[in-house]
């Protein structure tokens, strides 16, 4: 139990660092901001600099610390504030419409990814000189690939050349919108692609990672024990090695999460894929910052809480993390 | 005697039902018990090397020694002197980059038609081996015991890998096991980072002793542990000798403690053989200039004081083994003959024939005068 | 006195004379390709922009020269406005190993500073700065770099190396500081400090010196996060826009909606660069990985006649004769040259057998045996 809440406690305060992040960064650098708003409207009149100021938050009305709250209070009621390109649309509504297309995809997609690259990596453990060692060279060359390389690639190959795929958006433009089967299946067709960029890219990683840490748990004296023991091998390998190779290899997941997660954003892009990735586009290009800033938040909440459901996992697989001489 | 398995009571019971009808009772099968002095374990002419890039390293170098039903064998030496690779690699649990150059390790035990060898079995042949007639008790328990395993589930693990029994069968004789070895029942649902150091070994030993074997390996099991839990654990070891008569091969750096506790002793240095005997032989009249270096590096609580002498020097580098006896750099009495030295073991000369005392040193014996302090000193023995 | 029996001065001959392997020699195969092809990008970053055919920046607005496929004028063909796509790429590769290698440098010169740091001072200040790798290293990179370079009033280089450094040294503190605190502890270290040495000579000549290896590695990780980072950062058009780096390049192509009209030139080039200059540093990294941990470098090397084999196989063993039906006879072909077998299975040591082969070895009777005989 104790492992769990300092886990918490841990992501309450990275999570209020984002926050306050979030807070001083454009109270500390304001200028660029409202002279790019300014510069969209060329009609504005100078007064309307307050105005933008107010609205972007970086006028002061007002205390810090009042300030502070009410944000904080903002925040905890989804109000993002209102978007500069896509003016009156809320922020918090433009966010809703794409959350569930990049859940959808990044979040299938990453869990296939890694159970996937786990396995193998227990295989490519487990059989030295198999023909799975041999891929390691070119797994090595994938992990190293930018995500949205590799959609370039494909895209080019797949869906331009070959017509296999449909070239990006997340569904057909002839279907509308709904829970309806033309919709959804629509939908599906054009996530085949990017998935299987997610899931090629991050697999190789997994699979190397995986692949280390078996190496080295294969090593350890209890599964030299459980050899001496005359345990029938399936048993060694799940229970005495890969179940303990396991756990490192869950916590590098939570850890990678913000990379993978970032990786997958770009790749939206190339896909002109209607999830987060493209609205952050869009809010880069058009200095759009109260969106930018929430993007980042939501980003950031969405990394952390995963990282705690990685936690309890952790804590469901090992014994050490129950008891009270865990340790951690 | 503890009946683990209920085999004695299915035995009486058929010996039982036989006698009702008035015929002799069944022979058991293949339970032929090994007459007590008889080898079970001979390992013969048994090298190991170690292939690095930089050259093959000979751990273990043409070694031969028998271990016999019911008796306590020490097998004593410096770190590196190939002790613990003899034991794992005569079960062939070395990994890469071992590999048996040569000999031939031969079981045969009570349960075993005929004597078979290790080296020449395949995996599945190894798989029944071990643990069911050879176990091991190893040196640190907090690392050879699975973590993320319960007490219960690691006892059950073994027990059902080798014994065909119901999963409340093995759960009713892991219980057992603990009771054997004074752990409170409880415990099973522990896990090992739970449980107190002695605890600990005292789980493995239970482990050990779990399908009956004919020989338990025991390395350095007491050396990680403070001196009285060591008497403990010693003791129990023992006592569960004396109830289940199984074979010890015991392994340590410590020849003090084997003095205690082993019907006989073997020194080994570099990865040789340099001697053998029994332990009140080797205590009061040891024949190899090492043994003697070695007994005569620790004090001993009765008795009158006297210098520690040591011995001065390091073990060679085993990648290039120096031609003949590998102690000659630290030998007192060392010559230029020693370097001709082939090393086998032959009977000491003064000795009790038949007594298994042998020696690798064909120039110094018991009745050798004192080691000269200093090594490499051209005083030869007479 | 025992009498000597005849002797024989041969030992069996051992392999070939240890040689001393240099760091270079026990890298792994994989590694030094990554190495050797790092080195190449290095050149092409140093002598590339002096040799560009084109000045990179240069429009041409005919529009006969507007996204041409290769041809000799343009080896790598041109751009929507007619910029030669090779000088982009020969100045694009120096920019972004520029940047990225004093990324490098800086975040790990930072992280070992805060690693030993942590890990010397320990109590509160080894707590707080723990805490603080551990947020900045679970807060999404991306998103935040985003918004940092969105507000700051130029975009330039500097601005980019300064954002990326800061949330690049985490990563290699962490490691650092477990692996100064394991060092810490040993006993030259204890030695040391009972000598008298002061603890900045422990640190700069005891502890630092034994975590070389891990340096290098956090080091190669560091730059491969900041080419991966700047040319995203660069695709998503956050920082100049002027100037030509990789990132850069794949903004315009994205954005002149290269892939659509095939214009494959524009987008491959640089993103393979971008991808070879990554799998040069993974390569590198997984050979010191490998350096560092020898039970990778067994594990990937040294098996014996590099057959297949499990970790939970047995161990091999040299025969004489071939035993009956095992995978143990494979291992026979592969040790034919092996010089222990020449030795050892020359003389012919007779087979054990197995139950039921006749010409076995018989039991031994009590009494047999016991003098030792001949034990050879």
Partial sequence: MPFILRRLAFYVVAGWVALTANFFIPRAMPGNAVQAIMSKFPNLQPSAYRAIEAMLGVGHPGSLWHQYVSYLDDVAHFNFGTSVSEYPASVSSLLAQTIPWTLALVGTATVIAFAIGTGLGILAAWRHGGWLDRTLPGLMFLQAVPYFFLALILLEVLAVSLHLFPIGQGYSQTVIPGWNWPFISSAIYHSILPAFTIVITSVAGWMLQMRNVMVTTIGEDYVLAGQAKGLPVRRLVVSYAARNAFLPQLQGFGLALGFVVSGALIMEIVFSYPGIGLLLLSAVSSNDYPLMQAIFLVITFAVLLANLIVDLVIVAVDPRTRSREGAR | ?382 | MTVALPVTTEQPELSAPPRQLGRWRRLPVHAKVGAVLMGLFVLAAIIGPLVTPYDPSYQNPSPSLSMQPPSAAHLLGTTQSGQDVLSQLLVGIRLTLELALIVGVVATALSVIVGVTAAFLGGFWDEFLSLLSNVFLVIPALPLLIVLLGYLSQRGQTPTILVLSLLGWPWGARLVRAQTMAIRSRDFIAASRETGEKTWRILAFEIIPNQTGLIAASFVNTVLYAIGASVALAFIGVTDLSSWSLGTMLYWAQSQQALQLGAWWWFAPPGLAVALMGTALVLLNTGIDELGNPRLRDAAGAVPGGRRVRPTDPTPVLLAEPPRRSRLGGFLRAFSRSSLLDSDAAAGRPGGSWPGRPGGWRPGRPGDGENGGDLR
Avoid at chain 2, 245 to 265: K, M, N, Q
């Fill in chain 2, 1 to 382: 005697m503890t009946d683990l398995s209920g085999r004695a009571a299915a035995r009486a019971a058929r010996a039982a039902r036989a006698a009702q009808a008035g015929r002799p009772a069944p022979e058991p099968r293949g339970s032929q018990a090994s007459p007590p002095g008889s080898p079970v374990l001979e390992i013969r002419d048994f090298s190991v090397a170690y292939r690095t890039p930089a050259g093959d390293v000979r751990a273990v170098d043409h070694v031969s020694i028998d271990l016999r039903a019911g008796e306590v064998v020490g097998l004593v030496g410096e770190s590196g002197s190939g002790k613990s690779t003899l034991a794992y690699g005569a079960g062939r649990l070395l990994r890469p980059p071992a590999l048996i150059t040569s000999g031939q390790v031969r079981y045969c035990g009570r349960r075993t038609v005929s004597p078979a060898d290790i080296l020449r079995m395949t995996a599945e042949e190894l798989q029944r081996l071990r643990w069911r007639e050879i176990a091991i008790v190893f040196q640190s328990a907090m690392n050879a015991l699975n973590p993320v395993l319960s007490v219960r589930g690691q006892l059950t693990d073994v027990i059902r890998a080798h014994l065909r029994v119901s999963r409340g069968e093995a759960h009713d004789r892991a219980a057992r096991l603990l009771d054997l070895v004074g752990i409170p029942r409880a415990r099973l649902r522990s896990y090992p980072h739970e449980l107190s150091g002695g605890m600990r070994q005292r789980v493995m030993i239970a482990m050990a002793l779990a399908t009956e074997p004919e020989i338990v390996i025991m390395d350095e099991p007491t050396t990680a542990l403070d001196v009285v839990v060591q008497r403990d654990i010693l003791g129990q070891i023992a006592e569960l000798r004396e109830r289940l008569g199984f074979s010890i091969l015991f392994i340590t750096h410590d020849l003090s403690l084997l003095l205690e506790i082993a019907d006989r002793i073997a020194v080994m240095y570099a990865g040789q053989m340099l001697e053998v005997g029994s332990a009140g032989v080797i205590q009061h009249g040891p024949a190899h200039p090492y043994t003697k270096g070695l007994l005569s590096s620790f004090p001993s609580l009765r008795g009158p004081r006297r210098e520690l002498a040591g011995i001065p020097g390091s073990p060679p580098d085993l990648r290039h083994p120096p031609p003949g006896c590998p102690f000659l750099p630290r030998c007192g009495y060392g010559t230029d003959d020693c370097a001709k030295v082939p090393m086998t073991l032959a009977p000491v000369t003064g000795s009790v024939p038949g007594a298994g005392h042998v020696t690798a040193c064909p120039f110094v014996g018991p009745g050798s005068p004192a080691m000269p302090v200093s090594a490499g000193t051209e005083e030869v023995a007479p």
